[in-house]
């Protein structure tokens, strides 16, 4: 059934809501951003690395060898197999990401207000609208408050309109017209409330006629995406380049041209870095997607790379480093404290006080100041903090940045009129009509219960004649009634993290619209240490040089207007900051998207917030934010050392592919060889590395550098040195072999060692310590790959039809027991290399890892 009438929302009953969901299908447009497993072995057959192999298959065919190229064809299907469970295990956690950030609507389901996603919502639901909500389908507005709505993204007008209600319905209208009952998906609310009666949904609704272009759009790619493309795309362009000068090498000294086109084919595809696209989507997508399981959702996967950055955290106080458990602690009225919950009675004075702020308040919506006078009345009072009979609201004046307070009209019914009040208590001082001792006397309680780590509203009154309302509340002329305190109990993992932050060189800043002396005992509470507390009018007399000057050494920025944080944000940054920042409001939106990492709330933020910022705390919890930045150095610096392994894989590859050559040797590395290597590397790099537990001391380090780059220049000499030297010792390896052996049997001894130093690279770039000391560090993906590499080493090497088609021969135990010592000579000219290293650089410039 639905509703008549908005006073008392029923709503559609869950059973007809299923039969229209599945007669008009889900409210959403069409999604084309998901990669189905076509389109991903579409966009792998179309890779360089494919099409070399591809042609290498060819090429073994024309030269009589059917077995090589059936083989060589069946390694691209399995690599292909890998390729699609890799990007499908990616593709599945960006699902996961995108299923977590879909909106959300406030709908009136079977009598009661339930939060579903907005994607279910059908033609006829009831939604409750607020400020900083986008609008989750068209609809009639069945009653409204203030109501102005932004449809600029679909009429392209910056300016705001307002709504007036229209519950016994109205004639369709298009979007931009100004007091109008109607409503669109996709438009965002800016001021006020309202109730709406769904009309419209998926791509029956506006956007949905007009928008479904926006589906096709795709976000830019990062900075890191297109360096790392480049230096892709060199590497390619130089082994191009080598590869034919090998080829024109070979056939001028006498080598068959089909021979020596595998030779340079196997040279191309050792100088392919192709690993650095995967590890750039699979590092972050799946980073994303063990974050959202710790309650912090990734909107925007390019902020996991500046997290590991980020130097000062911007925090609001409430909701965040508080429980946002708001319960009435005391009421003040005329001098005298009435504390709830002790047994006693209310006072018939402060339950007045009490009626008073419930007159203040709306009756649904997720503030948790009024929900505590609401839970409070329901005790205390007879009617527990009913409207009166025959009193309607008629008139609301919303919180603004500059008028902390909530001020509503209620007629009586008699031609006279109840405005009723409450908000920060300068605020209200400044509205009532009171000799200044008694407001004095109310400020002065105020200022002792907020030093007490209490939030402190002021209540006041004005009967009136019902008429014209003033545009300024103040008009009225009020009556102070009193103070109400909420407690707002500190979270008990602040302490613990706060102590966390500092110790990994993270400034914490807490960010609050409460009373100084109410800021003041929270961050006493929290750890935050007795810096100065910056108020938001001390911040309005100042430059922005002397802002950046007074925020050096303010822990504490109190009754700060939301503008007010894209000033504290820049200040910050203008120091050399990398700023985090919090926010809820629609007011914080501008600050979020100024911060290097915007951070909204899940539970009490506007949906405005959540999409100006790139990171969501599903819990609004503090500690989830110190986690999530655990996380991002974890990510950044696996993403290093996975980076630093493939080119430093590469080097010896592409040289054994080249020097033989050079120096008149036979041929070492074929087609098949540099596949049986890469079967290895892909999941080194892919499943290894993302799987790498952090290093012990990670948030024992200052943030790195926000200019330290992924792979910069130290990173790639680095890289060369660990690759030049496994490449000296295998030249070695292979020359000496060759001294001693057949050809065939020279190669399988150079092949083995080339295998084993490809893992004691792997090994050497786990972690930043000793060997010994990684041993000791669990990762089971670690230990699968060695084994299975260990394995088809052994089974290339004995079983001889696969010895045969990779041109190798089993060598005398002796011998072959040369390349296990090639591999352990590298392992420690490895590991040599990282202590001299660790010994010179300072600890905060690999903080990254």
Known sequence: MEADAPGAPAGLDSEEAARRLARDGPNSLPDASRRRWRRIAADAAREPMYLLLAGAAVLYLLLGEPREGVFLLGMVVLMMCMTLFQEGRTERALQALRDLSSPTALAWRDGQAQRIPASALVEGDLVELGEGDRVPADGLLLAAAGLLVDESLLTGESVPVGKLAAPKGSAPAPPGGADLPWVFSGTLVVQGHGLARVSATGPRSEIGRIGAALGQIEPPRSRLQRETTQLARRFALLGGVVSVSLVLLLVARGSDWLQALLAGIALSMSMLPEEFPVILTVFPALGAWRLARRQVLTRRLAAIEILGSTSVLCVDKTGTLTENRMAVAALWREGVKHEPGGGAPMPEAHGELLAHALRASRELGSDPMEAAFWRLAGDALADGGAVPHGWVQVHEYGLTPQRPALVQVWDRGDGSA???AKGAPETIAA??????????????????????GLRVLAVARADVRTGPWPA???????????????????????????????EAGLRVVMITGDHPETARAIARQAGLGEGEVLTGAQIEALDDAALAARLAEAAVCARIAPQQKLRIVRALQQEGAVVAMTGDGVNDAPALRAANVGVAMGRRGTDVAREAAELTLLDDRFASLVEAIASGRRIFGNMRKSMCYVM???VPIAGMALLPVLLGWPVLLYPLHIVFLELVIDPACSLAFENEPPEADLMRRPPRARDDALFGREAILGALVQGLWVLAVLAVLYGWALSQLPESQARTVAFAGLVLCNLALLLSNRQRGGVGGTLRIANPVFWTITGIALLLLALAVFVPAAASMLRLAPPPPAILAGAGLAALLALAGLELRKAFSARRQQPARIAGG
């Not at 509205?431 to 007490?452: I, K, V």
């Not at 300024?472 to 613990?496: N, Q």
């Open 418 to 420: 109840l405005v009723a």
């Open 431 to 452: 509205m009532c009509r009171a000799d200044p001792p008694r407001l004095a006397a109310a400020l002065e309680a105020a200022a002792r219960m907020a030093g007490a």
């Open 472 to 502: 300024d509340p103040a008009a009225f002329g009020f009556e102070l009634l009193g103070l109400a305190a909420l407690a707002d109990p500190l979270r008990e993992d602040i302490p613990a993290a706060i102590a966390s932050c500092r």
């Open 648 to 650: 430093a894989m590469h």
